[in-house]
């Protein structure tokens, strides 16, 4: 998967998805204790979700194909004293990182994945994750108006992770996503617990 689209979506300005700070889903995960051991972030833009986990202590490593977002979230971790790594990585590819992680986020990357594409997505997640890790995933819904762009039905996300794809579905719920076009209430989205199993 090339990163040049993705790149210019930082280059060009603000990215619609680039908040400057971390989803409140994800924020509320974490304030719940659904954070557990090393961390992966896929797809993780200029850091946001990453750095504040790192900055509750956990090991976080947040992976993307935009180089030009990976740099700010580098810069953003010195100017704030926080741990944490970032790395050019393809998400269909997560085997190639040769790390097994405890939790895993997905913060508005499931939605951008055609339907064809999401079994090795799935697959790929796996590859890097034991029984027992926790998978989170914050994507566009298809419910209500003003949705996000690709937006995805419940039905299909659980599909995605359906038996024998190594994932089990805890619990899918109704939330949001924000973006810089949503106003203040954001996106209608899912966020999804999945475990591996």
Request: with cysteine.
């Amino acid at each position: 998967m090339t990163g040049l689209p993705w790149d210019a979506s930082y280059r060009d300005g603000p990215a619609p998805w680039d908040i400057d700070g971390p989803q409140p889903a994800i924020a509320r995960v974490a304030a719940a204790g659904g954070i557990t051991g090393a961390v992966l972030d896929v797809g993780c833009g200029s850091g946001e979700n990453a750095l504040y986990v790192a900055s509750l202590g956990f090991s976080v490593l947040g992976v993307d194909v935009a180089e030009t977002a990976l740099a700010r979230a580098g810069a953003k971790a010195a100017e704030r004293g926080i741990e944490a790594e970032f790395a050019v990585a393809d998400a269909f590819r997560l085997r190639s990182l040769g790390r097994c992680f405890d939790t895993v986020l997905d913060s508005g990357m499931f939605h951008t994945c055609a339907d064809d594409e999401r079994p090795g997505y799935v697959a790929s997640l796996a590859s890097v994750t034991e029984p027992g890790a926790t998978l989170y995933v914050l994507c566009f819904s298809d419910i209500g108006p003003d949705t996000g762009p690709h937006p995805v039905s419940r039905d299909a996300l659980a599909a995605a992770f359906a038996p024998g794809t190594g994932w089990s579905v805890v619990a899918i719920e109704e939330g949001r996503v924000l973006t810089r076009f949503h106003g203040e209430a954001g996106a209608p989205a899912w966020l999804a617990t999945l475990e591996r199993i």
